[in-house]
């Protein structure tokens, strides 16, 4: 069973940055995209970026498109999510997922990881 494990979270200032990662486990699949997503309270989970196995392609949502950089280590089986100037309007469970496409279509996306906590606060 793949499993995806995120860490990194916590409670930041406006402004501030945090580097969230996230370790796949168990049997290795080739060439899986990645992607990170988030959920705010009351609100749907959202597409934040992803990008694809050689890291080739990246994609972002506007809303973090020049404050927010998505890399990996295939080596090391880990994510990652540099996240800076971070907003209170951050402030969300950030989850990672991983799949065959990279896209920021949820349903793409066959394993999820359990997510940590992102708290800016103003």
């Known amino acids: 069973q793949v499993q995806l494990v995120e860490s990194g979270g916590g409670l930041v200032q406006a402004g501030g940055s945090l580097r969230l990662s996230c370790v796949r486990s168990?049997?290795?699949?080739?060439?899986?995209?990645m992607g990170w997503f988030r959920q705010a309270p009351g609100k749907e989970r959202e597409f934040v970026a992803a990008?694809?196995?050689?890291?080739?392609?990246?994609y972002y949502a506007d809303s973090v498109k020049g404050r927010f950089t998505i890399s990996r280590d295939n080596a090391k089986s880990t994510g990652y999510l540099q996240m800076n100037s971070l907003k209170p309007e951050d402030t969300a469970v950030y989850y990672c997922?991983?799949?065959?496409?990279?896209?920021?279509?949820?349903?793409?996306?066959?394993?999820w990881g359990q997510g940590t906590q992102v708290t800016v606060s103003s």
């Open positions: 168990g049997p290795s699949f080739s060439s899986y995209a």
């Open positions: 997922a991983a799949g065959s496409r990279t896209t920021q279509v949820m349903t793409a996306y066959d394993y």
């Open positions: 990008i694809s196995w050689l890291a080739r392609a990246t």
